[in-house]
Nanobody, 125 residues
Framework: QVQLAESGGGLAQAGGSLRLSCAAS????????MGWFRQAPEKEREFVAA????????YYADSAKGRFSISRDNAKNTVYLQMNSLKPEDTAVYYC??????????????????WGQGTQVTVSS
């Protein structure tokens, strides 16, 4: 089992920034690829960004490219999502998740076995 706890959500103005953190406990953190997903009201949960076990490779949804950055610190068992140039359409609950998959398959929600409880991000116009 891997336990995940997100933090760092809140209210931001359009054009502003937020940094989300996700602390992991339980199994060896570096054995898992990590991803961030988000779910807006009445919408499906969607992929935002993911990073491989070492952090050497990252993947982004088109909506996140150029604005968001995912990183991880395996010594601290933590993955981050730096969000810049925020837009009102970024408003959602953001979830971190852990996967045993490899490569580009870590962009698929179905390949994640462990999920955090989520943190709310609200962007005002």
């Amino acid at each position: 089992q891997v336990q995940l706890a997100e933090s760092g959500g809140g209210l931001a103005q359009a054009g502003g920034s937020l940094r989300l953190s996700c602390a992991a406990s339980g199994r060896t953190f570096s054995n898992y690829a990590m991803g961030w997903f988000r779910q807006a009201p009445e919408k499906e949960r969607e992929f935002v960004a993911a990073t491989t076990r070492s952090g050497a490779s990252t993947y982004y949804a088109d909506s996140a490219k150029g604005r968001f950055s995912i990183s991880r610190d395996n010594a601290k068992n933590t993955v981050y999502l730096q969000m810049n140039s925020l837009k009102p359409e970024d408003t959602a609950v953001y979830y971190c998740a852990a996967s045993r998959s490899f490569g580009q398959s870590i962009t698929l929600k179905s390949n994640y076995a462990y999920w955090g409880q989520g943190t709310q991000v609200t962007v005002s116009s």
